[in-house]
């Protein structure tokens, strides 16, 4: 950290007094397993999910009748009815019915923000402890009437006379009847995620091999760090799944190399992008448990990170000037300036794997001069990410990717890594989280070992 | 689980039939609840000796209604028949006879409790009547609870040298006796092997401040003694394998406790345990290795991986946990290791080699490392269940599991809560002077010893 008040080099902002400021620090965390959408957990809905990643996360660190300073969550994928869904969580939970509790929304970024909002009033002295959390089901996706059919509905319930009723019956039409079933598409581009993505990869040059070899190392990595046992205390099992059930541990480069493209099929050029290297659709849930360091110790709790920054950033990718998912390639260089760091001043790098593509894009961003002299405002090259130290447990292309609990699963698992490794070159060892979502936004964290 | 039959015996029109077909008549056990009363009813003292009077003082001090005397038709919540003094068979007549003649009072759940001498002492000391009248009582209590009826049990404590009637342990494991906590002990013996131990400050919560580990508590057996433990004043760490990791956060978030997601038969399994109940606990008190798997073949049959597994998780991972437990400094005060063996392990199960050795290889490891533990004032002891209602007998076809679950002199199966306040008397410190032995929760079953 630079001195307080002293911005650094390049930096946009200053943080705020640090001296003023309590440490927010990861406890731990808990999730169930990642289930792909139609498996283990098609029939549970969003708040079974998270409410078990609770009541998890509740026995590993004995927070029965708790009165949690605030916890905070959401679902991207969301029924009406789930206005209240982290409370109603909450009160199905082992916690005190008297711990408040809020909903977030930011797309993929959801968890993330979840953390970093809840980090800050710790930080501030609003709280003391948190947990921060986030679900997603596709299998119990919401179903809504066709927005023909919800206006006549809402015309009907105004209209008073029998008359006015069957006028207003007599505008349905046949095709009001079907369904709007949820997409993931763009609202602004009518694009798919994995279309929009295509494109960011064809602009890259990122090739068919080098997406496949990072899927490969995500399952590789993903099925060692079990056999490591080390989900033993970040994981509870739900509904007879003990494992992320997208996980292949036996996949190879071959196998991955021989499925066939599903995204950039008519770009013209050679597309690159199938379901090996992309995340599929997943059910799940996760939550991590934040604290301030006094209330950590009164509890006899582990500190195992620190939650020490993150930014947010958006990109117009409306007008195609980015790519929809190269947010974090802005963020991070901010965050790292804030904070007067480089590349080399990071132990580990967690960067949600969307797409393989998106991992490889945003790595290529950062490794092109121009961009980042045009576009960031650098001098040169941000630099390259050291592979060796990128997802070194597995992300999201081998465990699934249940939006909004994305973020948790990672906040946690780099806590843990961080705390392992403690110490790295005489400094607390320090990770990198990048997360892309939807609309062209992007956050990013910065976390420390305790 | 629920046993229908024994519902149905109970009362009314099954209570008449029963009787009139000669059909077995269990009937429903008063177990345990805090706030019961010990006894219910007058607890008859037969027996002449200082033992006898002491051990009437400290039962009147308790609020008993004692008796030195029958009152003949006067319901009789215990008798308790003293003999430690027999020095020859004998002598044991007079009050066993008395004793007799009360039985015909004894309530519905009483109880009939023989404290006598260990006659294994006498035989050291080449004294064969005094060995006769000892191992004299063994043959007359086991008979006796065969021959009590409407839940009533028989049990017996034996003293050693060097401990009295009312030594802290052989008053606790009267209390226990008397209790609802040994509503399925019927026709044991306890051991008092030394004025050890200390009696609780309240009867109803005596593991008050402990910190208890619980190995296996995501089910069954598991998962009644966290409770148990819980219900007497414990801090459980509930301890099962990371697949049984939902099951073991209910548990744990049912007795307030934490969920430690841990195979035992990790090399550094001891080490986590004691870690993790001293970094959130503050100490470790109590160790109940209950975990254990069952992979049923002929040995004709049987296969390395059975034989392996079974002998790994039931015995080799509790003998290394141990090793880790007696070489921490944070396991030397007063500590208590209670490990479930089996009645398998006693008589044997026809299929059940590899569990049967693993069980009674419990039962050798219980008996060595109890001098081991006694340096701390520590004790260590097994509780072998016998047929228990559980998810794994109720996958027992129905009538094996009829014959099986009548075949022992309360003619039914006992509850795991019955297993676990067995265990929670052992790991309490009422327990200090019982150490090394095996205590069986089967109802008396009929087969094995």
């Known amino acids: ?450 | 689980m629920s046993d229908k039959y024994t519902q149905f015996v109970s009362r009314g029109l099954g209570r008449d039939l029963a009787r009139k077909l000669g059909l077995p008549q269990p009937v429903e056990l008063r177990r345990y609840r805090p706030g019961q009363p010990l006894v219910e009813g007058p607890v008859l003292i037969q027996g002449a000796g200082t033992g006898a009077d002491e051990l009437a003082a400290a039962l009147l001090a308790w609020n008993l209604d004692v008796r030195r005397h029958a009152v003949p038709r006067e319901k009789l919540g215990a008798i308790i028949l003293v003999l430690d003094e027999a020095s020859r068979p004998e002598d044991l007549e007079k009050p066993v006879l008395t004793a007799g003649a009360s039985l015909r009072d004894l309530a519905a759940n009483g109880r009939v409790i023989t404290i006598s001498r260990d006659a294994a002492e006498a035989a050291e000391a080449a004294m064969p009547a005094v060995a006769a009248a000892r191992q004299g009582v063994d043959g007359l209590l086991r008979s006796l609870a065969k021959e009590l009826r409407a839940g009533a049990t028989g049990n017996g404590i034996i003293l050693a040298d060097g401990a009295q009637t009312t030594s802290p342990s052989a008053l606790g494991a009267l209390r226990f006796l008397l209790s609802g906590r040994s509503a399925f002990v019927d026709g044991q013996f306890l051991t008092v092997s030394s004025a050890a131990g200390q009696l609780p400050e309240d009867a109803d919560r005596p593991l008050a401040g402990k910190v208890a580990v619980v190995t296996g508590a995501a089910r069954g057996i598991g998962a009644a003694i966290a409770r148990t433990l819980h219900r007497d004043g414990a801090t459980v760490v509930a301890v099962d394998i990371p697949a049984a990791g939902d099951h073991l956060a209910a548990v744990a978030n049912d007795v307030h406790g934490t969920a430690l997601q841990l195979d035992i038969s990790r090399d550094d399994a001891g080490q986590r345990i004691i870690d993790h109940a001293v970094e959130r606990h503050g100490r470790l008190d109590i160790v109940i290795h209950n975990a254990g798997i069952t992979r049923d073949k002929l040995l004709a049959n049987m296969d390395q991986g059975r034989w392996t597994s079974v002998i790994a998780v039931n015995i080799a991972a509790q003998l290394r946990i141990n090793e880790a437990l007696l070489a921490s400094e944070h396991f030397r005060n007063t500590p208590r290791i209670v490990s479930v063996a089996s009645t398998s392990g006693i008589a044997g199960n026809r299929g059940q080699t590899n569990y049967a050795a693993s069980k009674g290889g419990v039962m050798g490891m219980v008996r060595a490392t109890a001098p081991l533990l006694a340096a701390h004032g520590g004790s260590i002891n097994a509780v072998a269940p016998g047929f228990i209602e559980t998810e794994m007998t109720a996958r027992i076809p129905f009538a094996t599991r009829e014959v099986a679950r009548r075949l022992n002199s309360l003619q039914q199966g006992g509850r795991p809560q019955d297993v676990a306040e067995a265990i929670a008397f052992l790991a309490s410190d009422a327990a200090g002077g019982i150490s090394g032995g095996v205590l069986r929760v089967c109802g008396q079953n009929l087969v094995g010893a």
């Open chain 1, 1 to 450: 950290m630079p001195d307080n008040g002293t911005p650094a080099p390049g930096a946009m902002t200053t943080p705020a007094a640090a001296t003023q400021l309590r440490k927010a620090v990861v406890v731990g965390g808990n999730r169930i397993p990642f289930a792909r959408t139609g498996g283990a957990y098609t029939k549970s809905s969003n708040q079974d999910m998270l409410t078990a990643a609770l009541d998890g996360l509740i026995a590993r660190f004995g927070l029965q009748d708790e009165r949690i300073g605030e916890v905070a969550a959401g679902a991207v994928l969301k029924h009406s009815r789930d206005f209240n869904l982290t409370r109603e969580a909450v009160l199905g939970s082992a916690l005190s019915a008297e711990t408040p509790a809020y909903d977030l929304q930011q797309a993929c970024a959801t968890g993330l923000e979840t953390v970093l909002g809840l980090a800050n009033k710790i930080k501030l002295g609003q709280i003391d402890s948190a947990i921060a959390g986030g679900v997603d089901s596709a299998s119990d996706a919401p179903i809504a009437v066709s927005e023909g059919l919800r206006e006549v509905l809402l015309d009907l319930n105004r209209a008073k006379t029998l008359p006015q009723r069957l006028q207003v019956l007599s505008r349905l039409r046949p095709k009001d009847l079907a369904p709007d079933a949820p997409n993931t598409g763009e609202p602004r581009t009518g694009l798919s995620m994995g279309e929009h993505q295509a494109l960011t990869t064809a602009q890259w040059k990122i090739s068919r091999e080098a997406q496949d070899e990072l899927a490969y190392n995500s399952h590789r990595n993903l099925a060692a760090a079990y056999d490591a046992g080390f989900f033993d205390d970040l994981m509870t099992p739900y509904r007879g799944l003990s494992k992320d059930s997208n996980l292949r541990a036996d996949t190879t480069p071959e196998k991955l190399a021989g499925l066939k493209p599903v995204f950039g099929k008519n770009l013209g050029a050679e597309a690159t992008m199938t379901a090996g290297n992309s995340t599929p659709l997943t059910d799940g849930a996760s939550t991590v448990l934040l604290a301030s360091e006094a209330w950590a110790d009164a509890h006899d709790l582990p500190k195992l990170a620190t939650v020490l920054d993150g930014e947010a950033a958006a990109v117009d990718f409306v007008h195609g000037k980015d790519g929809l998912l190269m947010a974090p390639a802005f963020a991070v260089p901010r965050l790292l300036a804030r904070n007067g760091l480089g590349f080399g001043d990071i132990d580990f790098f967690e960067i949600h794997e969307a797409f393989a593509g998106t991992v490889l894009s945003t790595l290529a961003a950062w490794e092109d001069e121009e961009f980042c002299r045009t576009r960031l405002g650098l001098d040169g090259a941000l630099g390259s990410v050291d592979r060796a130290k990128l997802n070194v447990n597995g992300s999201s292309l081998a465990a699934g990717h249940p939006f909004a609990a994305t973020g948790g699963r990672i906040v946690a698992s780099l806590a843990k890594m961080l705390h392992a490794k403690g110490q790295a070159d005489g400094r607390p060892a320090r990770g990198l989280i990048s997360i892309c979502a939807a609309g062209g936004q992007g956050v990013v964290a910065l976390l420390e070992a305790h």
